[in-house]
């Protein structure tokens, strides 16, 4: 399915804010809208590599919402892996990493969400990449009636000391989420995330996948840490989640 690409201006209440909507060319049949996909990026930003995942979504029938996170440091910033042997460029992106709490990022997706034309009582379902997952787990668990269903790849950040880390919630969860992970991560391995794993064991509607040998980012044709294998794995299963979400 051909997909366009644009962009729309939004004031959040940190500045204006980038959001790219990615949708099919043509209108369903019928009418009305595509349904919807928040798209929450990862660390190195809204680079090509995103953008083509953004497409592979929207091909599929989707109206896919990417809100630009990095907008408190500057606009569309992005890192490619070439940049990131550089002085200076991990502690760089760690920057823009802290300058967002959990609290912005769900303030920047509703906003994307309102700028894109999504009404508030609009049911959507949510995908995220590394911090992005976080970021999708917080969407369902603040808003489970409006979200449907959340999509994991290579997560971080799911299980901290902090009082509201996610795995003290995660046994409470109510919509399907799926989490791939890499079995040989090196970023955010998954004894890190070994608590949050253990809350959603019991849940039907949580499917966690480990791949053997998969590092982290397996996500990206063409970066280091691709894995096929994994990537096309994890898309089929998030492609069936969010089909079966919306049915």
């Given at each position: 399915?051909?997909?366009?690409?644009?962009?729309?201006?939004a004031?959040?209440?940190?500045?204006?804010?980038?959001?790219?909507?990615?949708?099919?060319v043509?209108a369903p049949?019928?009418?009305?809208?595509w349904?919807?996909?928040?798209?929450f990026?990862?660390?190195?930003?809204?680079r090509?590599?995103?953008?083509?995942s953004m497409?592979?979504?929207?091909?599929?029938?989707?109206?896919?919402?990417?809100?630009?996170?990095?907008?408190?440091?500057?606009?569309?910033?992005?890192?490619?892996p070439k940049?990131?042997?550089?002085?200076?460029?991990?502690?760089?992106?760690?920057?823009w990493?802290?300058?967002?709490?959990?609290?912005?990022?769900?303030?920047?997706?509703?906003?994307?969400?309102?700028?894109a034309?999504?009404?508030?009582?609009?049911?959507?379902?949510?995908?995220?990449?590394?911090?992005?997952?976080r970021a999708?787990y917080?969407?369902?668990?603040?808003?489970?009636?409006?979200?449907?269903?959340?999509?994991?790849?290579?997560?971080?950040f799911?299980?901290?000391?902090?009082?509201?880390s996610?795995?003290?919630?995660?046994?409470?969860?109510?919509?399907?989420?799926?989490l791939g992970?890499?079995e040989a991560d090196?970023?955010?391995?998954?004894?890190?995330?070994?608590?949050?794993?253990?809350?959603?064991?019991p849940?039907?509607?949580v499917?966690?996948m480990?791949?053997?040998?998969?590092?982290?980012?397996?996500?990206?044709?063409?970066?280091?840490?691709y894995?096929?294998?994994?990537?096309?794995?994890s898309?089929?299963k998030?492609?069936?989640?969010?089909a079966?979400?919306f049915?």
């Amino acid at each position: 399915m051909e997909t366009m690409e644009h962009t729309v201006e939004a004031a959040t209440n940190d500045g204006d804010m980038v959001v790219v909507v990615t949708e099919p060319v043509n209108a369903p049949e019928g009418g009305g809208d595509w349904p919807t996909v928040l798209y929450f990026i990862d660390a190195p930003g809204l680079r090509p590599a995103t953008r083509d995942s953004m497409a592979r979504l929207a091909s599929n029938g989707y109206r896919v919402v990417t809100p630009d996170l990095h907008h408190r440091i500057g606009r569309l910033l992005f890192k490619e892996p070439k940049d990131m042997g550089a002085p200076g460029a991990r502690d760089e992106v760690m920057g823009w990493i802290g300058a967002m709490t959990d609290g912005q990022i769900q303030h920047d997706g509703a906003v994307a969400l309102e700028a894109a034309g999504v009404s508030n009582e609009t049911p959507y379902v949510a995908i995220g990449f590394c911090l992005g997952t976080r970021a999708v787990y917080r969407a369902i668990e603040q808003n489970p009636e409006r979200v449907l269903a959340g999509a994991c790849f290579h997560p971080s950040f799911m299980a901290d000391d902090n009082p509201d880390s996610p795995h003290l919630s995660a046994g409470e969860l109510t919509r399907p989420m799926y989490l791939g992970i890499g079995e040989a991560d090196k970023v955010q391995s998954i004894a890190m995330h070994q608590r949050f794993l253990d809350a959603v064991a019991p849940l039907d509607h949580v499917e966690v996948m480990t791949f053997p040998g998969v590092d982290h980012g397996f996500t990206w044709p063409g970066y280091p840490g691709y894995d096929e294998t994994a990537a096309e794995t994890s898309w089929t299963k998030s492609l069936e989640m969010f089909a079966a979400a919306f049915s």
